[in-house]
């Protein structure tokens, strides 16, 4: 027997703004306030006095725990109150924790963007124009600043953080404390300050990556990355290494693409020294 879809349902202390659209199944707590254009999808949940302010778009059985600010001005001096923003929308399916933030954008035709599944813990953000894959953890008062590019299946530990305009690559790892204001490749794991460690053996593994494909991001990663080359010999090397290696040539290109320098790997004898 097909469970029936929940109804819709509102807290009379909730506030609602006639701009706001919502489809069935929402259910809004106590305390909640809804301003401005903003549209839930059908079966979100804002648990208690969680904070929308459009516009924003929040795709469907999404749900938002108590103090999510969603929306909300970005914090860049540049930006008056009242000006026009594109906001916020996030996808399907995703998890915001207390007290996350995800501010508007600055720009009028991008908004700042969550995709699927992503999992904000407490006290996370997202600072304006950011752009987050899909399936994306943020651990506890984990940070991305202004215009931050996250890509797909990546995860931050706590406390971890990135610069403005930094861009994480797919299935890459951020350790907890840790911090860059340099792109971090995919599949690496920051491991301190603008540097790589290693590479994300288990994200890889876990995403059904083929074992000679894991095994030639490992080699790019020791015998490319963690040199200290110059950037067009980089992406040359891993072209090469990429023929017959889509990941490792998903890297060649992340690192051709870079506007901000690429975080680097530690030789060996530093690493040693690290696991002393």
Not at 101 to 109: F, Q
Request: charged share 20%; proline share 8%; aromatic share 6%.
């Amino acid at each position: 027997m097909t469970e029936a879809p929940p109804q819709t349902s509102i807290h009379p202390t909730a506030i609602i703004d006639p701009l706001c659209e919502l489809a069935p199944g929402v259910q809004i707590g106590p305390w909640c306030v809804l301003t401005g254009q903003v549209k839930l999808g059908k079966g979100v949940r804002l648990l208690a006095n969680v904070h929308i302010h459009g516009p924003v778009t929040i795709g469907d059985n999404t749900l938002l725990y108590p103090f999510a600010c969603i929306g909300f001005p970005p914090q860049d001096f540049k930006f008056k109150p009242g000006d026009p923003t594109a906001g916020v929308r996030i996808g399907p399916d995703c998890i915001i924790r207390e007290s996350v933030t995800v501010h508007a954008a600055t720009r009028t035709d991008v908004p700042t963007s969550l995709g699927t599944r992503v999992f904000m813990m407490a006290c996370s953000h997202v600072g304006h124009d950011g752009q987050v894959g899909n399936n994306v953890i943020l651990a506890n008062s984990a940070l991305i600043a202004g215009h931050g590019q996250v890509g797909d299946n990546v995860m931050f530990s706590g406390n971890a953080a990135i610069h403005q305009f930094t861009r994480v690559g797919r299935l890459a790892f951020i350790t907890g404390n840790e911090g860059s204001s340099m792109d971090v490749p995919p599949f690496c794991t920051l491991g301190s300050r603008n540097t790589i460690h290693t590479v994300n053996l288990v994200g890889m593994r876990r995403s059904g990556m083929p074992r000679e494909h894991v095994t030639a991001v490992r080699d790019a990663f020791w015998h490319v990355l963690r040199q200290r080359l110059p950037r067009k010999e980089m992406v040359a090397l891993l072209e090469e290494r990429g023929r017959d290696c889509p990941p490792v040539l998903e890297m060649a290109r992340f690192v051709a693409e870079a506007k901000r320098p690429i975080a680097r790997g530690l030789d060996r004898a530093a690493l040693e020294e690290v696991d002393a």
